[in-house]
């Protein structure tokens, strides 16, 4: 399967602890972007990479969420003293460097903090 | 900033009926435009795009033209089928570089045999 992965697919975390799911793009794209989608919402943009450099951030991300991606290839996103607003679908894409660059979307991790 | 407005769901249609789900949306310059799709159980996939004013996007029988002159990007088909039930998104990328996705808040679709 060359799509994009992600895992887990699915945590529960109390309150207060860190979690961190990981991304595996589709090989040969060099772009990589992480969005959060809750329940009944489109999803929204988080935060993106052109090989290992995070070029973009939204405000969404708060001091409590960082990204990484070392060598260009996967990536992690960690979101330290989980509260329970971080509930939701964690969703990553990856595309190449083009003109018109399609976004193709992984299964998402969906979290819930009790 | 950029946003996109969906027609509000869910939508229930018997099948061959035929289906528009409204998009319009608010941008400076000429956005590209998008339908994706998320099947129940499964990750959001690009159904159809748009690039320039006047372009019409196509694919399954899904269609959607960019109308700059109402800033819409509607999803018509003319006959739907029971394996078109899912959540369908409009969105945008905006210009000057911008690579992020602005997405509607999605439209859920039932189609009913």
């Known amino acids: 399967d060359t799509g994009v992965s992600q895992n887990p697919r699915h945590k529960i975390t109390k309150r207060g602890q860190n979690v961190t799911f990981r991304c595996d793009p589709i090989?040969?794209?060099?772009?990589l972007y992480w969005y959060r989608q809750t329940l009944g919402q489109g999803p929204e943009f988080l935060t993106y990479?052109?090989?290992?450099?995070?070029?973009?951030k939204s405000r969404l991300l708060s001091d409590r969420f960082s990204a990484e991606r070392p060598k260009g290839s996967f990536s992690t996103l960690e979101i330290q003293r989980t509260e329970q607003g971080d509930s939701a679908m964690y969703l990553c894409a990856s595309s190449f460097t083009s003109m018109y660059n399609e976004q193709f979307f992984g299964p998402g991790t969906r979290l819930t903090v009790l | 900033g950029d946003s996109v407005t969906q027609m509000e769901g869910p939508v229930t249609l018997s099948e061959e009926a035929f289906l528009t789900i409204n998009c319009t949306y608010t941008a400076t310059g000429y956005p590209s435009l998008f339908w994706y799709v998320q099947y129940p159980g499964e990750g959001l996939q690009l159904l159809l795009k748009a690039t320039k004013a006047d372009d019409k996007g196509s694919n399954k029988g899904f269609e959607a033209t960019y109308r700059k002159e109402t800033t819409s990007f509607h999803l018509e088909k003319g006959s739907v089928q029971v394996s078109d039930s899912a959540v369908y998104f409009c969105?945008?990328?905006?210009?000057?570089?911008?690579?992020?996705?602005?997405f509607g808040q999605g439209t859920r679709l039932t189609i009913n045999p």
């Open positions: 990479f052109q090989n290992e450099a995070q070029l973009e």
């Open positions: 090989s040969e794209h060099n772009r």
């Open positions: 969105a945008l990328r905006g210009v000057q570089g911008a690579q992020k996705l602005v």
